[in-house]
């Protein structure tokens, strides 16, 4: 039986006189696993988290590994922010333990709440803060404790700032407001909570302190858990769930935000997206993806251990505290200590049969979208139906609901799989387990291929671990210091050698954040595998062959039809607190390094020259170089434009990255735009010209921007010569100077 709602409840905020909101949904948990970038990047964590947002999360991560995601698990295009709690579990009276399913993922609360005369502002890039102490066993009056509370739904009963002691019919509703007031100057703190002030008035409302004068817009996390699952096991005179890091009192909830939105784009929402009825869909600054994408967008996990069913105790061996003193870090324990790469592909391989994984589509049951042959057994694998419908004469086959095959030999576009979207394809097959045989709706696909051709689509995201992130920024400085958007130099606290410090005000707290701006370089953020022509793509469609527009995000798209769902993940969120390496083709040339960063990996140099597309007007000194392929993760030209959405040209982007100091420009999907001083990683290929078709959102008629997946490549003349070196170094001094002085 599903979980009952709140409706209404959000009318408590027209009470308040700055009740301008919007809820954010999340729809699902994109992994769920010892991992904190925050708090102990590069390392396994103490305790286990449920992450939402965007694909690029990572146990080590910037802002450029964020805007590297090709999905999220919430629904506005642009956000590809990460929010993570601690996960829940049921500790059952023999001591062994049991995972607590979440209800969807997370609804998140952007507030408009600023005191009398304050602007609001947007998170900086490269933002991030924690809210909440782990440790934490006791109550308090601070801000600080009143900013976590709990929601027993279902029931009429306060919100309380520790676990109920009842059971909630509806669920439990985990609830955590961050603070709003910032420094203006640091990205991060070695505490991740000293940048930060709650208000002077209240911890959710009210003018900032005068050492913390910037006020950012608020961040209020609800997650709601299924508890009333396991009503009929309470035992003894306590509630019997715990966090996963052995708190069984609630004071140690908390939560974590790292910033992913294009920054222009959150502050014009903030600025305008005041609608009192909280619904995203009322903003016109977002397009939304359907709730079936997000759902789909997941990371595989780099800790090899199990958090999820029974357990027969908590990962990180965390020891049940019920304080009221802090509690100690666990440590030493002989849990898994060490991040490996998932070798998982979330497909199975059957390349060596010459079909290629396509990857999760969506089936329509009153009308299917392969309808060539079909056959049901209790055996079914992918490659047994592979051969069946190879031996039909069918050059596509899908596996759905376990059991099912289907064949035919196109797939219909309002079926295909979503670029870069992982999909919901996760059922296992009826005849090995092991493998995925679609689900109810979601079809596993394969398409016939040979030779060359015969390559799977890439669908696993950029979530490798990232020892060693850049710190370059999109425009052109080589600086790893960085300056926020106010001016002031931003923080970069010393990362942590061992990586098993707590990061929570302790001792042994650490951090690592290298500081950046908007733009700066992905490269290192993911994965350096190519990507076949057109498995990979910037951002699917929203409509037939046009990209989302109006969004004005500079990260990949998520295209799609808007939402038209209500209630953010599913739970009917209620009101937040009332205020109070392959060889290069011939066509490119190898360099060791960038003549011109120091940062970059190898590059790939194209010398090849066609003719412009269409003739089309550009500036002198440019050069077209052909259409390319983009790998994604990395970018092939790694640096952002600033504009990316309703009006680029490709004259508009050589300008752009010329203006910066760069050499090389792409235009991809229509309405993005990349600048780089070469091909990042070695994995770009010169693609055939018709693959660059999309037309430019803002040039002139018939002109194209590349398309999905592939970049339209520009290069300046004098990308060799000495004299064009010197002059985009000096370029780039000027950049990085005027905004260290804006």
């Keep these: 039986m599903p979980l009952s709602l709140e409706p209404l409840a959000w009318l408590a905020l027209l009470a308040s006189p700055a009740s301008a909101f919007w809820r954010l ?69 023999d001591g062994s333990f049991e995972s607590v399913d979440q209800v969807g993922g997370a609804t ?55 676990f ?28 991740h909570k000293s940048h930060m002030s709650y208000p002077t008035g209240a911890y959710n409302n009210g003018a900032c302190p005068p050492d913390f ?29 715990v966090w996963a890091m052995g708190d069984p009192t609630g004071y140690g909830g908390h939560g974590d935000f790292l910033m992913g939105w294009e920054v222009d784009h959150l502050q014009r929402a903030v600025d305008t997206c005041t609608n009192l009825s909280g619904r995203v869909e009322d903003c016109p600054e977002f397009k939304l993806i359907p709730d079936s994408q997000a759902q789909g ?9 199990p958090v999820t069913g029974k357990l027969s105790k908590l990962p990180g061996c965390q020891t049940v505290n019920a304080g009221p003193a802090q509690a100690a870090v666990q440590s030493n324990c002989g849990a898994t200590s060490s991040l490996s790469q998932s070798t998982s592909l979330g497909f199975t391989d059957l390349t060596s049969q010459g079909w290629a994984y396509t990857g999760c589509g969506t089936d329509n049951y009153y009308k299917r979208i392969l309808t060539g042959a079909s056959t049901s057994q209790a055996s079914m694998t992918n490659d047994q139906c592979v051969k069946f419908c190879d031996g039909k004469g069918f050059s596509v086959a899908g596996t759905e609901y376990s059991k099912e095959c289907y064949c035919g030999n196109s797939i219909p576009d309002v079926g295909a799989p979503i670029p870069g979207v992982p999909g919901n394809c996760r059922m296992p097959c009826a005849g090995d387990a092991t493998q995925m045989c679609g689900g109810a ?39 790893s210091t960085g300056t926020t958007e106010f001016g002031s130099p931003s923080s970069t606290p010393a990362e942590s050698g061992s990586g098993s410090g707590t990061g929570y005000g302790s001792d042994s707290g650490s951090t690592s954040q290298p500081s950046g701006n908007a733009h700066s370089d992905s490269s290192g953020s993911g994965s350096s595998g190519s990507v076949s022509s057109g498995s990979s793509s910037s951002a699917p469609p929203s409509g037939p062959d046009q990209p989302s ?45 960038s003549a011109t960063s120091t940062s970059l990996p190898t590059l790939l140099l194209p010398t090849t ?57 792409g235009t991809e999907f229509a309405g993005q735009c990349f600048c780089g001083d070469g091909l990042v990683g070695g994995g770009s290929r010169l693609a055939e010209e018709g693959m660059c078709a999309m037309s430019c959102t803002g040039g002139g008629v018939g002109e194209v921007c590349g398309g999905k997946g592939v970049l339209s490549l520009w290069r300046k003349d004098d990308v060799g010569d000495e004299k064009g070196v010197v002059g985009r170094r000096v370029r780039r001094h000027l950049v990085k100077h005027a905004k260290a002085h804006a």
Excluded at 86 to 91: F, I, R, V
Aim: charged share 10%; with cysteine; glycine share 10%.
């Design 164 to 191: 109920p002691n009842y059971n909630c019919p509806s669920g439990l509703r985990a609830q955590v407001f961050f603070p709003s007031c910032w420094n203006g100057k640091d990205l991060d703190s070695p505490d």
């Design 108 to 162: 998140v609360y952007y507030l408009q709440r600023g005191g009398r005369g304050e602007s609001l502002k947007a998170f900086p890039a490269g933002f991030r803060m924690v809210a909440g102490n782990p440790f934490k066993r006791s109550g308090g009056n601070d801000f600080a404790s009143q900013a976590i509370s709990y929601n027993c739904l279902g029931t009429s009963n306060p919100e309380t700032p520790y």
């Design 25 to 93: 949904p999340c729809k699902s948990p994109i992994v769920v696993e010892r991992t904190d970038p925050i708090v102990q990047p590069g390392a396994v964590s103490n305790h286990v988290h449920t992450i939402m947002g965007g694909n690029g999360f990572a146990p080590t991560m910037d802002y450029n590994s964020t805007q590297a995601s090709t999905c999220s698990s919430c629904t506005v295009i642009g956000d590809n922010s990460n929010y993570w709690i601690p996960a829940l579990y049921y500790q059952a009276e």
């Design 609 to 665: 020259t066609f003719p412009p597309p269409n003739n089309l007007t550009f500036p002198p000194s440019w050069t077209y170089a052909g259409c390319y392929t983009d790998t994604v993760f990395p970018r092939s030209l790694p640096f952002w434009s600033d504009f990316n959405g309703p009006h680029m040209s490709n004259s508009a982007c050589m300008t752009f990255c010329d203006s910066r100091g760069f050499p090389f420009a």
């Design 549 to 593: 527009s109006g969004s004005s995000s500079s990260t990949p798209g998520l295209g799609g039809n808007p939402s038209s769902g209500g209630q953010g993940s599913g739970s009917g969120s209620a009101s937040p607190p009332a205020e109070s390496n392959a060889s290069p083709p011939s066509s490119t040339t190898t360099s060791p390094t």
């Design 297 to 305: 967008c997941t990371v595989p996990s780099v800790v090899d251990e």
């Design 441 to 479: 709706g979601p079809i596993t696909l394969y398409t016939k291929c040979s030779g060359s051709t015969c390559t799977n689509a890439n669908f696993g995201g950029p979530s490798q671990v990232v020892t060693n992130p850049s710190t370059g920024n999109g425009s052109g400085d080589d600086s």
């Design 213 to 241: 004068p910037v006020h950012l817009i608020s961040l209020f996390y609800e997650v709601i858990w299924d508890t009333n699952k396991f009503a009929n096991r309470w035992y003894g005179n306590k509630q019997p769930f």
